[in-house]
């Protein structure tokens, strides 16, 4: 039988007490407009690899949507993350929440969407060329019923 979820009252508010085992999002995290943000595991290197890119850290606060630093002296590690189970062969892998300046990231990302849209090009030339050959809508053949 499922839990029912009861009301806990203290003064004057009553609150709604969720099950422990409900489902969420646990990778969830508040988007901010000046930044890509990505979750990144620590698995063969791939966060030095990022910062080395220019990512930074994303603390909890501002994973959340609180505009703040990551604050050494508030605790031992105060960076967004989440144990996402196994990756590469390993147990209990850490993923950390990552930020770039939107401007950097598409720095980053701009020779890989020009090949793609090379890509898209040529498949579309090729196309054309299909149709001009065997007909408008790149078929050739018939089928017909009698």
Avoid: C
Wanted: proline fraction near 4%; avoid cysteine; aromatic fraction near 10%.
């Amino acid at each position: 039988m499922p839990a029912i979820r009861k009301p806990v009252t203290s003064n004057k508010e009553t609150k709604i007490r969720s099950p422990i085992f409900d489902r969420r999002d646990r990778l969830a995290f508040h988007k901010n407009p000046r930044f890509y943000m990505q979750w990144v595991n620590d698995v063969k290197n791939d966060v030095n690899d990022y910062l080395d890119a220019g990512f930074t850290f994303v603390s909890e606060d501002e994973r959340w949507g609180k505009e703040s630093d990551i604050d050494v002296g508030k605790s031992l590690d105060s960076r967004a993350s989440v144990n996402v189970g196994r990756a590469g062969g390993l147990e209990n892998v850490t993923a950390f929440l990552m930020k770039i300046p939107k401007e950097e990231w598409a720095e980053i990302t701009a020779p890989y969407k020009k090949e793609a849209q090379n890509a898209l090009k040529q498949m579309t030339r090729q196309k054309q060329a299909l149709n001009e050959q065997e007909g408008e809508d790149g078929f050739y053949g018939g089928l017909s019923i009698k």
